[in-house]
């Protein structure tokens, strides 16, 4: 419990991706397909990178998963195991947080 900054960090973040999961939910409902099509064609190039830097993240969030084995408590306290399942969380979620981000300024009408 020394690192308690990590779960407020970590409250904070998987406060902003559920927030931006609902805007994207609620603005996928009241579009039209074919616009949301295009729209996100338009902006292909920034999904993808952002897309790329959560393929580059991802084996944090596995990382994190597999922490929880019960052989790893018999080598490490549980405190340790902790601390590296929150530092892994935090670095995973911002990139998360970009992606869902770029996917919903995409759903937003083109610059002219």
Do not use: W
Request: charged share 20%; proline share 4%.
């Amino acid at each position: 419990m020394k690192y308690y900054i990590f779960n407020i960090i970590d409250t904070i973040l998987r406060m902003a991706i559920v927030f931006l999961l609902f805007y994207i939910g609620f603005r996928f409902r009241s579009m039209d397909t074919d616009v949301i099509k295009s729209r996100i064609f338009l902006k292909y190039d920034k999904l993808n990178r952002a897309l790329n830097i959560i393929i580059l993240v991802s084996p944090l969030f596995l990382l994190s998963a597999f922490l929880e084995y019960p052989g790893l408590k018999m080598y490490y306290d549980e405190d340790t195991i902790h601390l590296i399942q929150d530092i892994c969380l935090v670095i995973f979620q911002p990139g998360v947080i970009y992606f869902l981000f770029v996917l919903s300024k995409s759903l937003n009408r083109p610059e002219l």
